[in-house]
């Protein structure tokens, strides 16, 4: 009962009630759009989505882990814009996507785990500004994103391992070369450290 789900929620889908005993937080299905945004925030871990499991995300990361050793890039998306676009490409054989259903489910936590399930990068793909089905997905995504990576502590010019990005279904060529480049830095970089031994 922290609350952090019902300030959070852009559909105001939680209602919290006082009670002389014991107050109570409760879901609105009808309200409720799984975007995820609150499992993704709760400090105590108790949220789920029924249509999206933490149960999935267990399974990918074990696919992940399997490939561990040839460092693939996992890329997380949206499934109304990234999941869309990519339905309309090839990825190389060393790039893992996962459909979420909001950008705003991938949470910080979700991050450091794909990192220590052996992933080379992760780049985040959530709707443009202004077109998030869920207002603040997009915006938490980014943030979660950006403060990964400040903690990670990497020297300057060393490309990002984890990176965000926004697109919309209908740019798929677009998000393809984003995926490309971000592959490309990754390589170059994983080049560089075996020549320096750095």
Same mark, same amino acid.
Not at 129 to 135: D, E, L, M, Q, R
């Given at each position: 009962?922290?609350?952090?789900?019902?300030?959070?929620?852009?559909?105001?889908?939680?209602? #919290?009630?006082?009670?002389?005993?014991?107050?109570?937080?409760?879901?609105?299905?009808?309200?409720?759009?799984?975007?995820?945004?609150?499992?993704?925030?709760?400090?105590?871990?108790?949220?789920?989505?029924? @249509? +999206?499991?933490?149960?999935?995300? =267990?399974?990918?990361?074990?696919?992940?882990?399997?490939?561990?050793?040839?460092?693939?890039? =996992? &890329? #997380?998306?949206?499934?109304?814009?990234?999941?869309?676009?990519?339905?309309?490409?090839?990825?190389?054989?060393? =790039?893992?996507?996962?459909?979420?259903?909001?950008?705003?489910? &991938?949470?910080?936590?979700?991050?450091?785990?794909?990192?220590?399930?052996?992933?080379?990068?992760?780049? &985040?793909?959530?709707?443009?500004?202004?077109?998030?089905?869920? @207002?603040?997905?997009?915006?938490?995504?980014?943030?979660?994103?950006? @403060?990964?990576?400040?903690?990670?502590?990497?020297?300057?010019?060393?490309?990002?391992?984890?990176? #965000? =990005?926004?697109?919309?279904?209908?740019?798929?060529?677009? +998000?393809?070369?984003?995926?490309?480049?971000?592959?490309? @830095?990754?390589?170059?970089?994983?080049?560089?450290?075996?020549?320096?031994?750095?």
């Amino acid at each position: 009962r922290c609350l952090t789900c019902t300030r959070i929620c852009p559909h105001a889908a939680f209602a #919290y009630s006082t009670a002389p005993a014991r107050s109570a937080v409760s879901a609105s299905a009808a309200a409720c759009r799984e975007c995820g945004v609150c499992v993704a925030e709760c400090p105590r871990l108790v949220l789920d989505l029924v @249509s +999206f499991p933490d149960l999935g995300m =267990v399974s990918f990361l074990e696919e992940v882990k399997k490939l561990g050793p040839s460092n693939p890039v =996992v &890329v #997380y998306g949206c499934q109304r814009s990234a999941s869309r676009a990519v339905g309309h490409l090839t990825l190389p054989n060393d =790039v893992l996507f996962c459909s979420v259903p909001c950008a705003g489910r &991938v949470s910080e936590a979700l991050l450091w785990a794909t990192l220590e399930a052996g992933a080379a990068g992760i780049l &985040v793909a959530g709707c443009h500004p202004g077109n998030c089905a869920s @207002s603040s997905g997009t915006d938490w995504a980014r943030a979660r994103a950006e @403060s990964v990576l400040e903690k990670l502590g990497l020297p300057s010019g060393i490309p990002a391992p984890i990176g #965000y =990005v926004t697109v919309a279904a209908n740019e798929a060529a677009r +998000f393809g070369r984003t995926i490309a480049e971000f592959c490309e @830095s990754l390589a170059r970089e994983n080049e560089r450290e075996a020549l320096t031994g750095k």
